[in-house]
C-alpha cells in the first residue's frame, strides 16, 4: 500500500487525457461545423446534444475503467472498497468538470456566432425546456439548470456503465451480448422518450419529464442505486486478468 501512489490522485490523473482529447473532439466538430457553415452560407448549421454524448463518453469510461482500477487495486494491495470509491469519486469529479466545460463551451461559440445567426449551439436542456435557446442566449439561472441537467445525465450514464463492467464478470458470452445491446441501445432511447414524452403529453409520463426538477432527481436517485449495486457486485465479484 506504501508503495502505491494515492488511488484517486492516479484516477484522475490517468482520464485526464481522455477528457481532454474528448472536449478537444467535440471543439473540433464545433469548428468544422462553423467553417461548413460559413462556406456553404447555409444558415441552419447546429449542434446539440453535447451533454448526451457526454454521457455516453463517460459510460464507455467506467464501464471499461472499473475493472482496470479493480485490477490494478489487487495488483498493488489496495482493498476493493478503497479502488472502487476512488473511481466512482474521480467519475464524479470528471463529470462534474466536464458538465461545465460543455456549457462553456456551447456558450463561447453561440455568443461568437450571434451576430451572424448562422450557427445553432443548445443542448438537450434548452431543446426541452427552453424552446431550443441558443446557450449564449441562456440566463445565469439557465446555465446552471442545464449544467445541473447534464450532470446529472453523465452521473446517470456513468452508473450504467459501472453497473455493466462489473456484470461483464458475471454473465457468460450470451449475457455479456446482451449487455452489449443495451449499452448501445439505453442512451439512444432516453432522449427518443423524453422527446416522445413531451410531444404526447401522456399524463403519467408528462409529469416526470415535464419538469427538469423530476428528471435530474429520478436520474440522480438512480445514479445511486446503480452505483451501489456496482458496489455490492465488486465486493464479491472475481477478478479476471486483463486479455
Known sequence: MGKAKPMLRFQLRDQLPADLIFIAANIGIVVILMIITHVTGDASGSYT?????????????????LRSSLRLGAQLGVSRNRCFGDFVLSLILSSFALAITIEIVLSVFSAATASSGMCHFTDLFAMLYLGELDAGALSLSQHLLSTIFNLCIILFCTAIGAIFSMLFWRLNRLGRTILVILLIAIPFCFPMFLVYSLSTHLPALFFFVGKPTNVMAVLLLSAVVLFFLSWLLSRTVHIRPGK
Not at 49 to 65: D, E, F, K, P, R
Open 49 to 65: 446534444s453535447i451533454g448526451l454524448s457526454t454521457g455516453i463518453y463517460m459510460l464507455v469510461i467506467a464501464s471499461v475503467g
